[in-house]
């Protein structure tokens, strides 16, 4: 197993660990420390095993991650003007 893959498989049991934690803010502080650390991860996954293993990384951290996509993908419609004002 790669480096790569044991660096994303800590983000995961680390953003199940937080997940189960309770929070005051909302978890969305989390979320973004999640999001800053997760990026760089997903990168060095690509570079080392190749697209389709990022694809299959960034799937599974987006379905941790599902509201702050959710939200993004929200505003990306009304930015575009496709969705309701």
Do not use: C, E, F
Request: aromatic fraction near 10%; proline fraction near 6%; charge should be positive.
């Amino acid at each position: 197993m790669t480096t790569s893959i044991i660096l994303a498989a800590l983000w995961a049991l680390a953003a199940n660990v937080l997940a189960i934690l309770p929070s005051r803010d909302n978890h969305w502080r989390r979320a973004y420390a999640l999001i800053v650390v997760g990026v760089p991860i997903l990168g060095y996954v690509t570079y080392q095993n190749g697209p389709w293993i990022g694809l299959i990384v960034l799937l599974g951290g987006m379905s941790m991650l599902r509201w702050p996509v959710i939200h993004a993908a929200r505003w990306l419609q009304r930015a575009a003007g496709l969705g309701p004002r």
